[in-house]
Nanobody
Framework: QVQLVESGGGLVQVGGSLRLSCAASGRAFSSAAMGWFRQAPGKEREFVASISKSDDNTYYADSVKGRFTISSDNARNTVYLQMNSLKPEDTAVYYC????????????????????WGQGTPVTVSS
């Protein structure tokens, strides 16, 4: 069984920064891709960013492009989400997810593409 544990969430003011971490534990595995999603109260879970481990390609939602950066430390089975210039609309619970199999041509931006999920870490951006 694979476990994903997010950390780094919290309360930050508008314009501030946070770095989220997602550490994989349990049996060793090599995921093909990892992603970050978020869910605000009363809204559906939405794609934030993903990274393909085979080629290190990264993909972002338009709403976070230029402000957020996803990166991966494969040796530590950890993925990060650096969030800068935070806005109130970034307030949500952030989830990381892992997909085991490579999928040609995918940007890994759909929740149903992922096999494992973390429990989420809340981010609140205050104005």
């Amino acid at each position: 069984q694979v476990q994903l544990v997010e950390s780094g969430g919290g309360l930050v003011q508008v314009g501030g920064s946070l770095r989220l971490s997602c550490a994989a534990s349990g049996r060793a595995f090599s995921s093909a891709a990892m992603g970050w999603f978020r869910q605000a109260p009363g809204k559906e879970r939405e794609f934030v960013a993903s990274i393909s481990k085979s080629d290190d390609n990264t993909y972002y939602a338009d709403s976070v492009k230029g402000r957020f950066t996803i990166s991966s430390d494969n040796a530590r089975n950890t993925v990060y989400l650096q969030m800068n210039s935070l806005k109130p609309e970034d307030t949500a619970v952030y989830y990381c997810a892992a997909r085991l199999a490579y999928r040609w041509g995918s940007t890994y931006n759909r929740p149903d593409e992922y096999d494992y999920w973390g429990q989420g870490t809340p981010v609140t951006v205050s104005s």
